[in-house]
C-alpha cells in the first residue's frame, strides 16, 4: 500500500458526460502527478501540482482540469468525455515534486465511457 | 528532448531464469534522474530504484540488479533467478532537472515467469 489514495476505483459513464477523480495523496507528500495509462498510449503523463500550485503540464486535453486543494487532496475533472477517453487514471504523489523525488503511485481509476 | 525506449515489448522466461529489461534513454541535460517502476497485475505501480546521472555505479539488491551506462544512454535491468511473483510490467522512466518536473514513461515490458 502506498499511501496514496483514489477514489472512485472503476467509473462508467457515457460520451458527453463529465466526470471528477479524486485523488488524496501520500501523509507529508506536497506534490500530486496525475497520469493516463491506455492500451495504445502508455503511461501519459498529464499535470503536476506543488502546494496547490501547477508545477507541469503534459499531454493533457483542453477538455481536462484539474486542481489541488489547501489540504493537498486532487481532483482531475474529465468533461465531453470520448470513448477514447476510456483508460485508467492514476495519481501519484511525491514529497517535494523535484526531479529525483520517486512517485508513490495510487491504486488508479479506471474510466469506461460508452 | 525526453525520450524513453523500452524495446521490448514482452518477454517469456521460465522460472529461475535470468532476464535483462533493456532501457535507452535521451537527453540534452546533464543532470537527469532514471527510474525502474513495476506495474504488477493488481496494477499499482511500485518504485523500484532510482539513478541519477553523476552516479554510474551499478546497484544490486537482492535479485535485482541494476546497470546504467552513460556513453551508450542505457539503464538496464536485470532478474536473477526469476520467480513467478516477477511477472509484471515494468517501466522504465526519465526525470530531466531542466525539465519542468515533467517525468517521461518508457512504453514498458511486459515480464511473462512460467513456472
Known amino acids: 500500500d502506498s499511501g496514496v489514495t483514489q477514489t472512485p476505483k472503476h467509473l462508467i459513464t457515457a460520451t458527453g458526460q463529465r466526470v471528477t477523480l479524486r485523488c488524496s495523496p501520500r501523509?507529508?507528500?506536497?506534490?500530486v502527478y496525475w497520469y493516463q495509462q491506455s492500451l495504445d498510449q502508455g503511461l501519459q503523463f498529464l499535470i503536476q501540482?506543488?502546494?496547490?500550485?501547477?508545477?507541469a503540464k503534459g499531454n493533457i486535453l483542453e477538455r481536462f482540469s484539474a486542481q489541488q486543494f489547501p489540504d493537498l487532496h486532487s481532483e482531475l475533472n474529465l468533461s465531453s468525455l470520448e470513448l477514447g477517453d476510456s483508460a485508467l487514471y492514476f495519481c501519484?504523489?511525491?514529497?517535494?515534486?523535484?526531479?529525483?523525488?520517486?512517485?508513490?503511485f495510487g491504486p488508479g481509476t479506471r474510466l469506461t465511457v460508452l | 528532448a525526453q525520450k524513453v525506449t523500452q524495446a521490448q515489448t514482452e518477454i517469456s522466461v521460465v522460472e529461475k531464469e535470468d532476464v535483462t529489461l533493456d532501457c535507452v534513454y535521451e537527453?540534452?541535460?546533464?543532470?537527469?534522474?532514471l527510474f525502474w517502476y513495476k506495474q504488477p497485475p493488481s496494477g499499482e505501480l511500485v518504485f523500484l530504484i532510482r539513478?541519477?546521472?553523476?552516479?554510474?555505479q551499478n546497484e544490486i539488491s537482492g535479485r535485482y540488479s541494476w546497470n546504467f551506462q552513460k556513453s551508450t544512454s542505457s539503464f538496464n535491468f536485470t532478474i536473477t533467478a526469476s520467480q513467478v511473483v516477477d511477472s509484471a510490467v515494468y517501466f522504465c522512466?526519465?526525470?530531466?532537472?531542466?525539465?519542468?518536473?515533467?517525468?517521461?514513461f518508457g512504453a514498458g515490458t511486459r515480464l511473462f515467469v512460467k513456472a
Open positions: 501523509s507529508g507528500d506536497l506534490s
Open positions: 501519484a504523489s511525491s514529497s517535494t515534486g523535484d526531479p529525483y523525488n520517486e512517485q508513490f
Open positions: 501540482y506543488y502546494n496547490g500550485e501547477e508545477r
Open positions: 537527453t540534452r541535460d546533464t543532470t537527469y534522474y
Open positions: 522512466a526519465l526525470s530531466e532537472a531542466g525539465g519542468g518536473f515533467k517525468t517521461i
Open positions: 539513478r541519477n546521472s553523476f552516479d554510474e
